[in-house]
């Protein structure tokens, strides 16, 4: 009796999650059968959102038992004294591991493959989410016995709150020295949403008994739908690692607008082929291309927007996420157009004067036109109606003239640059990525592949940068542009890159 | 009402002579005050003893039965302020506040207390906010206690014990005649445990049973020039040794025996259960705090007792002391009086264990294996100690390294938080009139300090904001902008700010968020709330208030109209008039008003009554993933997924299920002139016939337009 040992359970969550009734369960169910428990925990301001930890102890021998001795338990978690993690993301699985609660000889993990990404993981331009390969390899190596499923799912499912399904995850895994059904009469005694909670305790506990493989995700991915044109066979024809990439900007141009735009996309796409053929790429230089291209090719004008906004798939995606069976509902859509916007869709001529006396009188950049527009009543889907119609004007309009050109300098550069290596084609390639969005954010990817194909590109393609430090300089420019919106980190990058070549000229 | 409502839980409070209480430290420390018999207990909130102020409220029916008064205090200079009726009368009082920084707010009518001393007892339970989870400077109370002579208790964090220390601490208080502090680590205010109840005591004198004549008039009792010289010497000469005496007399510390004579542990009692656990896992104690080393546990932490102490150190070799933080306020003491007994036991503290940071389980293992080592003690082999402390720590390196370098998810604005508009508003001013100096404040504000803000150059305390930009604003080219909520204001902003800054006749910018609660510590109520425990609207007002102290820039906006607050701001950063700008930012707490909001909502859904739901979306093939308005908003209802766009590699936005509608998406895109890709859903539920009429034909005209084909 004396060898016995606390069992310890460290709860790895996010503020507001439910942790704290998910420990009273615990401590209730463990109080039934007169075991002395403990929990404690870290509440504060971790509530809001931050990640924070509940941690429990039970002593495996009831108080009856004990002779009125008293166990001595910890307050906090102690390295490597953990014999089960529970974690209801994956990130805060990786942060209990990185404490070193998670050792080889002892813990359980279980934990959520589900991720609730942090504010900088969310906030970079590109993408900023963390490796969750390396989180669940971590996840493997570090444990003794590991249970990876999505508890988000679970719960969503369950209609509970996914502290109820970690619950049912703790109760099935059997390390805690109380029966399930001490845990499900914890739920009972406390009285709230008993159902829905004991639903997704059975949740968590079939999943700790079946030992699920984590989760398939879907990939979510939506591709275009397939035209009837022999465009496709052509586009089927294009070496297998590009097939995909090409295939889709078939359909997506299509779509977009017509089979010629399609065919032009194809049109494009030959002389990169053969430079990638030429510079023994295998592909990898027309697949990357045949992506940036098609979706370059497709720019967000405003009658794409249009479009999107009056399609009927649309109208049914948002009625299932809302939840509507049946009821009516109003969709309002924020549009913010200035001149610029609204001379996308004008004849070149007559944009270029207004954006002329726009500019003299400094109504660039300061005057928009605030609209809130609902797609669900007649007068505003009328006016989505009437923008998406002007596709048919589209290949003569302002914007559309301004992006192919940019597209045809672009192509020229990349069918250049594979003449001196087809790595630096590719990087050159790549900076196609830089220019997107609406508004301020692709003024600003504009300027900022500009100043990359000035400073970077043209001086690598001008023999005015060795090769090899070329294609890291395109590279860390790029990466460098989308650091920050103000531009800091991609001048301080664009100055370095000046200084290092500049450097071996003056020795010389 | 407070964000944790402990309604059911007060009910413990009733237990009577015998019954088992189970619960929280906090409500064991509540129930105990009730047994010592109070006669009045207040405090201010703030974690981790916002709970214990939370319970207080809850319990005032349970206390009004007893005469307890209670009082919610508006700073922590008002709660220590109250414990002067124990000055006079024979009353007991407890006063509650996050520490170090309440104490420092209550330093003042501290020192004023603990000079004069008091005949009743008088209790103040600190929330000792130090280590993991603590959200403040880390220094030591203790300091507090040895200068002001206040008696400092620090249980072994075990119910029983800290039960048993708060009704020891009447007494000690009332026999030595000095205030007393018991502190609680975060983790102990939050421990669950259990123990034996006694029966409730009333006050002798309390509200149920008044005083009749006020005290006479005694100077002694004045913290005042001349008595001030003699109370000092009070305090040492009588007090001091009375407590010692008491302490020694009731047992308060404890020692636990050990095999191993020639070493002792001198540990606060509440890094006790670390100490045990960390001995017990390198195989010199077992569960139950059997113990090889000898150990002298400090349930009173100040003063110390030399007596006591001397006898635990002699003949002893080494001793170790394990006191968390800086200064060494105990090693120094136990070396002095050690000295002075001229006992030659070496001393082990810092050195062994770190100078500064908390005590944590692998500290203490590291700690204890480097003190056996130092120690070289007969009867055990210190070298096995040390491979066993390597073992048990040295995974750790690996471990981290596999998962890499995880960024910290530090605390956020909730989802709909009115304050997150705020800072967008004042990210864009900032674009267009160039960076200014934030003076940021304590407050879920101060999360503006993290992303995607990053806002905020000083923060000085609580309602400080204005007041540390006295000398900034001078000195500067742009004007400063302050930042303070309401609770920041009418604890300590209206005067160390506002009217200091007015008296001076200051330029300045500042920003008071009006949210109606202190909302950081659990949306307790404050002076300008809308209800109040007692039900009432306590009826002051930030507006009038600043209006009547002279502000005459003065301006009110709902914070979620972005675009009117990036005016408003711009117009008080370029207006030539001088003097204080005061911007009222007015939004009440998402999380109190969703606590509302839903309960109703469930009964209108229940009695068939309209109800209509809105919720942001983003549609996820105009999104293009640049996340410009996740810059702008860092909501956590606004978060990423993979681009359904089989050729795009950047994850799109997305808003999830818990977007409460708040209509930030909506403003920033807007204001921030961003991307087209948002919309507002509202559904409406339980329709009217007119709602369905509508919504019938709208979709019989639309569906003759709609297009055949989904577009690209």
């Not at chain 2, 020639?262 to 100490?275: C, E, R």
């Not at chain 2, 009086?337 to 001393?347: G, H, Y």
């Not at chain 2, 705020?422 to 992303?451: E, N």
């Not at chain 2, 307790?524 to 009547?548: F, H, I, N």
């Amino acid at each position: 009796m004396s060898d016995a040992r606390p069992v310890t359970l460290l709860i790895a969550a996010l503020g507001g999650e439910g942790g704290g009734v998910l420990t009273d369960w615990i401590v209730t169910a463990a109080e039934s059968l007169g075991l002395p428990v403990q929990s404690t925990s870290i509440p504060g301001v971790a509530q809001r959102t931050g990640a924070t930890t509940y941690y429990v102890e039970i002593f495996p021998v009831p108080y009856a038992d004990l002779g009125g001795k008293r166990p001595v338990l910890s307050l906090a978690p102690g390295i490597g004294d953990v014999d089960m993690v529970v974690a209801s993301e994956l990130m805060e699985a990786g942060r209990a591991i990185a404490n070193g609660f998670v050792t080889r000889d002892r813990t359980l993990l279980v934990s959520s493959t589900s991720r609730v990404y942090l504010t900088v993981e969310k906030m970079a331009m590109g993408d900023g989410r963390y490796d969750p390969e390396r989180l669940a390899k971590a996840v493997e190596q570090s444990a003794k016995d590991h249970l990876l499923f999505d508890m988000e799912a679970a719960a969503k499912q369950s209609g509970a709150i996914v502290s109820a399904v970690m619950l049912g995850a703790i109760a099935g895994s059997g390390r805690l020295p109380v029966p399930v059904e001490a845990f499900e009469a914890a739920i009972r005694h406390d009285g709230k949403a008993v159902e829905s909670n004991l639903s997704g305790f059975r949740a968590g506990l079939s999943a700790a008994r079946d030992q699920l493989p984590a989760a398939l995700r879907r990939s979510g991915k939506r591709p275009a739908k397939p035209t009837l044109a022999n465009l496709e066979a052509e586009a089927a024809a294009t070496p297998e690692a590009a097939r995909a990439f090409v295939t889709e900007g078939v359909r997506r141009l299509a779509a977009y607008q017509d089979l010629p735009y399609a065919r032009l996309y194809l049109d494009r796409l030959k002389p990169i082929a053969e430079a990638d053929a030429r510079s023994g790429m295998n592909g990898k230089l027309l697949s990357e291309t045949a992506r940036h291209l098609a979706v370059r090719m497709s720019f967000e004008d405003v009658i794409r927007v249009a479009e999107a906004k009056i399609a009927p798939a649309r109208f049914c995606r948002i009625e299932s996420e809302i939840a509507a069976k049946d009821q009516p509902y109003v969709i309002t859509e924020f549009l913010k157009p200035g001149i610029e916007e609204l001379c996308q869709v004008l004849p070149p001529r007559l944009a270029r004067a207004i954006l002329r006396v726009a500019e003299k009188r400094g109504w660039l950049g300061t005057v928009y036109f605030g609209m809130e527009l609902k797609t669900t009543t007649v007068w505003g889907y009328l006016r989505f109606w009437t923008l998406a119609k002007l596709k048919r004007f589209r290949p003569k309009s302002f914007r559309f003239q301004e992006e192919q050109a940019v597209i045809v300098g672009w192509l020229a550069l990349v069918s250049h640059s594979s003449r001196l290596s087809g790595e630096l084609a590719l990087e050159v390639a790549e900076c196609a990525r830089l220019i997107k969005g609406y508004g301020d954010t692709w003024k600003r990817g504009m300027a900022n592949y500009r100043a990359l194909e000035g400073r970077v590109i043209s001086p690598a393609l001008a023999g005015r940068i060795p090769l090899r430090v070329g294609i890291d300089a395109i590279a860390s420019a790029r990466t460098a542009a989308l650091v920050d919106p103000d531009g800091e980190s991609l001048t301080r990058a664009l100055a370095a890159i000046e200084q290092q070549v500049a450097m071996p000229l003056a020795a010389e | 009402m407070a964000e944790r409502s402990f309604r059911k839980e007060v009910e413990a409070l009733k237990l009577g002579d015998g019954e088992t209480f189970r619960g929280e430290g906090i409500l064991a420390v509540t129930k105990a005050l009730l047994q010592s018999g109070v006669a009045y207990v207040g405090g201010y909130q703030g974690a981790p003893v916002s709970h214990l102020l939370d319970v207080l409220v809850d319990a005032e029916d349970i206390m009004a039965e007893l005469g307890v008064h209670l009082e919610t205090c508006a700073n922590e200079a008002s709660a220590a302020a109250m414990l002067g009726a124990s000055i006079n009368y024979p009353l007991r009082g407890a006063v509650t506040w996050k520490s170090i920084v309440g104490t420092n707010v209550a330093a003042d009518a501290l020192s004023n207390l603990s000079s004069p001393g008091v005949i009743g007892g008088a209790l103040i339970i600190i929330g000792e906010d130090y280590g993991e989870g603590a959200s403040v400077i880390q220094e030591r109370s203790y300091a507090y206690a040895m200068k002001s002579s206040i008696w400092l208790l620090d249980p072994r964090p075990d119910l029983p014990t800290i039960v048993r220390m708060v009704e020891k601490g009447f007494e000690l208080s009332e026999s030595s005649h000095a205030p007393v502090m018991l502190e609680l680590r975060v983790r102990a205010c939050h421990v669950t445990g259990s123990f034996t109840a006694k029966d409730n005591r009333a006050s002798a004198a309390s509200g149920l049973n008044r005083i009749e004549t006020p005290a006479r008039f005694d100077y002694a009792k004045l913290a005042h020039p001349p008595l001030t010289f003699a109370q000092e010497k009070l305090k040492v000469d009588e007090r001091l040794p009375a407590a010692q005496a008491f302490a020694r007399e009731h047992k308060l510390n404890e020692f636990f025996d050990g095999d191993l004579k020639d070493l002792g542990i001198v540990v606060l009692g509440g890094l006790t259960n670390t100490v045990l656990r960390a001995l017990e896992r390198l195989g010199l104690a077992d569960n139950f705090g059997n113990t090889r080393i000898p150990i002298y546990c400090l349930n009173l932490a100040y003063p110390l007792i030399p007596d006591e102490l001397k006898a635990f150190c002699v003949g002893k070799t080494d001793v170790l002391i394990v006191e968390e933080g800086f200064p060494d306020y105990i090693e120094q003491s136990v070396n002095t009086e050690l000295r002075r007994a001229d006992i030659q036991t070496r001393i082990h503290g810092k050195g062994a264990l770190p100078k500064a940071g908390e005590y944590t389980a692998e500290v203490m293992l590291r700690g204890l294996a480097n003190f056996v080592r130092d120690a070289k003690p007969a009867g055990l082999d210190a070298a096995t100690i040390v491979a066993k402390a390597d073992a048990l720590t040295g995974h750790k390196g690996a471990a981290a390294a596999a998962v890499g370098d995880l960024p910290p998810r530090p605390p956020n604005f909730c989802t709909g938080c009115p304050e997150r508009p705020v800072f967008a508003a004042l990210k864009l001013t900032q674009r267009d009139i160039g960076a200014t100096h934030i003076s940021a404040d304590i407050g879920c504000h101060s999360f503006a300090t993290f992303a995607p803000f990053s806002m905020g150059n000083s923060i000085l305390g609580y309602g400080m904001s204005l007041a540390s930009a006295a000398a900034v604003a001078p000195n500067m080219q742009r004007r400063p902008i302050s930042i303070m909520g309401d609770g920041g204001f009418w604890h300590n902003g209206l005067i160390t700010g506002v009217a200091s800054n007015l008296f001076n006749k200051n330029d300045g910018v500042l920003i008071v968020m009006q949210n109606g609660y202190t909302s950081a510590t659990g949306q307790q109520y404050m002076p300008s709330s809308v209800a109040s425990r007692q039900g009432s609207a306590p009826g002051m007002d930030v507006e009038s208030t600043l209006r009547s102290f002279g502000v005459k820039w003065l301006r009110t906006v709902r914070t979620y109209s972005v675009a009117t607050m990036v005016k408003t701001l711009k117009e008080a950063m370029r207006t030539a008039e001088t003097g204080l700008k005061v911007i009222i930012a007015d939004g009440e707490c998402q999380l109190a008003r969703q606590r509302r909001v839903r309960a109703e909502d469930a009964v209108k859904l229940k009695v068939g009554e309209r109800v209509v739901r809105v919720k942001f979306g983003v549609d996820d093939e105009i999104c293009t993933g640049d996340h410009s308005c996740i810059r702008l908003s860092g909501c956590p209802s606004l978060t990423v997924k993979p681009s359904p766009d089989p050729l795009r590699s950047d994850p799109v936005a997305s808003v999830i299920e818990s977007c409460v509608g708040c209509g930030l998406c909506g403003e920033v895109a807007h204001a921030a002139v961003l991307c087209p890709s948002f919309y507002r859903a509202e559904l409406v539920q339980n329709p009217t016939w007119w709602d369905r009429a509508l919504h019938r034909v709208r979709r019989v005209v639309i569906s003759w337009l709609a297009p055949r084909e989904v577009a690209a």
